[in-house]
Nanobody, 123 residues
Framework: QVQPVESGGGLVQAGGSLRLSCEAPGRTISSYSMGWFRQAPGKEREFVAAISYRGANTDYADSVKGRFTISRDRAKNTLYLQMNSLRPEDTAVYYC????????????????WGQGTQVTVSS
């Protein structure tokens, strides 16, 4: 298991957009189902979105459905999270991790977390 590397976070105004990326150096992400999770200050980590290893199936938390899109580029071995219409409540550190899509797509498969990438949405 290789520690994931997240990037793309930043400070944006409400209504803005960001595109997050996730890579796992030395590991073939394309061979695994993947998920995005986030943790806001004072709260536990929560599920955001998931995608099957081939990218045919996706799952989203109700709070982000219609605004966020999870995708993957198998050739680049990279996972993405396109975030549109951002709200202040989206402020959190965002993490990616492997999942078992057909077992429980909303839970991480392993307890190996990267540093995450900070997303701050101002009102």
């Amino acid at each position: 298991q290789v520690q994931p590397v997240e990037s793309g976070g930043g400070l944006v105004q409400a209504g803005g957009s960001l595109r997050l990326s996730c890579e796992a150096p030395g590991r073939t992400i394309s061979s695994y189902s993947m998920g995005w999770f986030r943790q806001a200050p004072g709260k536990e980590r929560e599920f955001v979105a998931a995608i099957s290893y081939r990218g045919a199936n996706t799952d989203y938390a109700d709070s982000v459905k219609g605004r966020f899109t999870i995708s993957r580029d198998r050739a680049k071995n990279t996972l993405y999270l396109q975030m549109n219409s951002l709200r202040p409540e989206d402020t959190a550190v965002y993490y990616c991790n492997t999942i078992n899509y057909y077992s429980d797509p909303r839970r991480p498969l392993y307890d190996y977390w990267g540093q995450g990438t900070q997303v701050t949405v101002s009102s």
